[in-house]
């Protein structure tokens, strides 16, 4: 009776081919007072229409008639929910069994939680795109704001926004998003956890990702072009998180 109230949140885009399983298992282990918040993206396809033939009272959908980007609708997904903790999840993926529960073990002490990810099918873990080793956080380094930084900004981190969640008290810090933030939302959470000495990484996995051409985020390596404009935009992220959190009156 005592357990906080769980709001998941969802952006969708041409995803009728995997999001009813996906919501299969999510739905599995909510409550009746807890909420799955869906914004679509002007989807061209059924997703719309596969969702709400689920007829779970606890599914609600936003259907936009503009195309806006993943970023945005995350941001908007966020903005509606309700619940006491605001669980990512992407349109594709499988959760975990027990995942609401780790997760929420994580938020206890503090306001972010990440956990690791594996590969839908076999279980493996994610592969670092620079040493190609097992990718994993480790729930020692938590509480680690700058060796945590330093590595996102070396693309060390393998924060996932699909396996993350937050504290209602976290989006003052979270939303609005940066409106210069043009991907990375995940990066971006992870961010003003860090900043704000609010972080926990739960070892393990809570999420099987499944992987094709259409995820909006790969682990393979990206051109020298496009990993330098993303070194820059962290370093954008971590000004801005400090300055959110030193307006709340905390934070590194």
């Known amino acids: 009776m005592n357990r906080p109230t769980i709001s998941v949140a ?19 282990q909510l409550g009746p007072r807890d909420e799955v918040v869906v914004v679509d993206d002007a989807s061209t396809d059924d997703t719309v229409a596969v969702v709400q033939g689920l007829g779970d009272p606890r599914v609600r959908v936003t259907a936009r008639d503009h195309n ?33 529960e780790r997760l929420l073990a994580g938020l206890e002490h503090t306001e972010v939680v990440a956990s690791d990810v594996v590969l ?10 620079f040493r190609r080793r097992p990718w994993r956080l480790a729930p ?36 609005p998003l940066p409106p ?11 961010t003003v956890g860090n900043v704000a000495g609010q972080m926990t990484h739960v070892g393990g996995p809570t999420v099987r990702r499944r992987i094709h051409e259409a995820n909006a985020s790969s682990s393979r390596p990206r051109g020298v072009r496009a990993a330098l404009g993303s070194r820059w935009l962290q370093v954008k992220m971590w000004r801005e998180a400090r300055r959110r959190a030193r307006a709340r009156g905390r934070g590194a």
């Open 10 to 28: 969802i952006a969708t885009y041409n995803g009728a081919a995997h999001v009813r399983e996906q919501l299969t298992s999510i739905l599995a």
């Open 68 to 100: 806006l980007g993943y970023v945005r609708t995350f941001a908007e997904a966020m903005a509606l929910t309700a619940g006491d903790v605001v669980m990512l999840s992407d349109q594709d993926d499988v959760w975990v069994e027990g995942r609401v």
């Open 120 to 129: 839908l099918g076999d279980d493996a873990p994610l592969l670092s795109p």
């Open 140 to 175: 020692s380094t938590s509480g680690q704001t700058r060796r945590n930084g330093l590595r996102m900004l070396a693309g060390l981190m393998p924060y996932y926004g699909c396996a993350m969640a937050v504290r209602r008290s976290a989006l003052d810090l979270v939303l």
């Open 180 to 190: 210069w933030l043009h991907e990375s939302h995940d990066l971006w959470i992870a």
